[in-house]
């Protein structure tokens, strides 16, 4: 039974509610009592639904206990048994949700944005709990629709050791001594990884493993370059055969190979697609819409089923569980193992399965980065377009180039394929922009490519710079 009263009603800065977790600036569009309405929200949605325990995890930004009491004290107030795993990596509390049965998650973290931020990402039974989910969420909160005040329970769980068992489970290089550097980035994996190093076979080293929210040596978010460049630097001192960077709460992963090469996500994704279609023949294997054609390419050179999806952790993982997938990625480098894991993204399990691939290959990582098809790609744009305009550009390039008879894919945004190569065009589902992104086999052909994305746009009335924007991949 919901209870609408005038002692709970809580209105959410409208910036905070995201389409993959409520997030914002600590102490301006975030506060703790936010995190109260969220567990006292969330607590009722989970007990509308006969459930009653939900697990609870945080990173470790400075801010991140205060929150998670706030958040345990809302919980426990619809009535949760509420089982708090302290700091660790995202990954970990999707983990104890799972192995231990709980009605619900909820995590306390900022992922991968400043140390200013933080944030909540949550689960419902197995499921993410996103987009529609977080709108009726922040609605309920607003209505004061809850259950009615209840005392529930609070237990704390230990679950490292168990997540560190399970993920060696599924190490499968052997007595194979790889010589690895490990960038923590100063995020919440650190206290598992030096747990993990120590029963891995090979030479470790490790960057930035202490867990320090202010995060002192760089941003947390291995997708770009400039944060890696401390691995890269370190993977050349100790000729390295790999560097594995992790994101703030360790559900992406970011690696570079033994020349200090980056690789991204899509390249990556291309190791473990042939590993896991050994066993899964046949199988699909799901990428995001910003994912190189070679990846695809590969995928269906190696007997898989490429599947192109939207853009976002929550959607790939919904895709996932609806084709039976084995196997997903993002370009951003969340990466998605239901082939002997639970299906949800995992850095550290990543890793693992990653470099389990390189000490059974017998190859340096180099050799198969250079053996890929060369491309040549801009990375991912992104420019202002006001929120309540960024769909509509969208729309109107997609209906200008169908009259066209160009050749478009729009399972997220608009995708479009030349002689030249392609070009993506998408609004954002997190921010007030629009994300692009092109990619050719040739200069030529990408300057075209970056034209015609241009044209669209000016159609449409904006003026994006592209100088600059060229990358090797």
Not at 76 to 100: D, H, K, Q, R, W
Request: proline content about 4%; hydrophobic content about 40%.
């Amino acid at each position: 039974m919901l209870e609408k009263s005038d002692q709970f009603s809580h209105h959410f800065d409208k910036s905070s509610l995201r389409e993959y977790d409520i997030r914002g600036i600590v102490g301006e569009t975030l506060h703790e009592t936010d995190a109260y309405a969220i567990g006292r929200t969330f607590g009722s949605i989970v007990a509308d639904k006969g459930g009653s325990r939900v697990a609870v995890g945080r990173d470790g930004r400075l801010s991140s206990p205060t929150l998670e009491k706030a958040l345990i004290e809302g919980l426990m107030a619809s009535g949760m048994e509420v089982l708090a795993i302290g700091c660790g990596p995202t990954p970990m509390l999707y983990f104890t949700a799972t192995i231990e049965n709980m009605d619900g998650a909820v995590m306390v973290t900022g992922s991968h944005n400043p140390s200013n931020y933080n944030g909540f990402k949550m689960m419902l039974g197995r499921k993410p709990f996103f987009g529609a989910d977080i709108q009726n969420l922040g609605q309920r909160a607003a209505e004061g629709a809850v259950v009615p005040v209840a005392s529930g329970g609070l237990k704390h769980l230990d679950i490292r050791e168990r997540y560190v068992e399970r993920l060696l489970q599924d190490w499968d290089g052997a007595d194979k001594a790889l010589n690895i550097v490990w960038d923590n980035g100063n995020g919440a994996a650190g206290d598992i990884l030096q747990m993990l190093v120590k029963k891995l076979p090979g030479t470790h080293t490790l960057l930035n493993e202490e867990i320090d929210g202010r995060f002192p040596a760089h941003h947390p978010d291995p997708t770009v370059p400039k944060n890696l460049e401390q691995l890269i630097t370190a993977v050349k001192k100790h000729h390295a055969d790999i560097g594995i960077a992790f994101d703030g709460d360790a559900d992406r992963i970011g690696m570079v190979d033994d020349s200090g090469a980056i690789l991204f996500g899509d390249q990556f994704l291309i190791l473990m697609a042939r590993d896991v279609l050994k066993t899964h023949p046949g199988a699909t294997i799901i990428a995001d819409v910003k994912a190189s054609q070679v990846l695809f390419d590969e995928i269906a050179r190696a007997g898989g089923k490429p599947l192109m999806w939207k853009t976002g952790h929550s959607l790939i993982k919904s895709k996932m569980a609806e084709t039976g997938a084995p196997l997903a990625g993002e370009m951003s480098g969340h990466i998605f193992y239901a082939d002997r894991w639970y299906g949800f993204d995992d850095a550290l399990y990543a890793a693992i399965r990653l470099l389990g691939i390189v000490a059974r290959s017998g190859t340096k990582v180099s050799a198969f980065r250079e053996s890929l098809p060369a491309v040549i790609n801009t990375p991912e744009l992104r420019f202002d377009c006001p929120e309540e305009k960024k769909f509509a550009v969208v729309a109107e390039v997609a209906d200008r180039l169908r009259q066209a008879g160009a050749q478009v894919a729009d399972t997220d945004g608009v995708r479009v394929s030349t002689t030249d190569g392609w070009w993506l065009l998408r609004a954002s589902n997190t921010q007030a922009v629009l994300v692009a992104r092109a990619e050719a086999t040739s200069d030529a052909g990408l300057s075209r490519l970056k034209s015609a994305l241009a044209s669209q746009l000016a159609a449409s009335g904006l003026a994006p710079d592209f100088s600059g924007t060229n990358a090797g991949h």
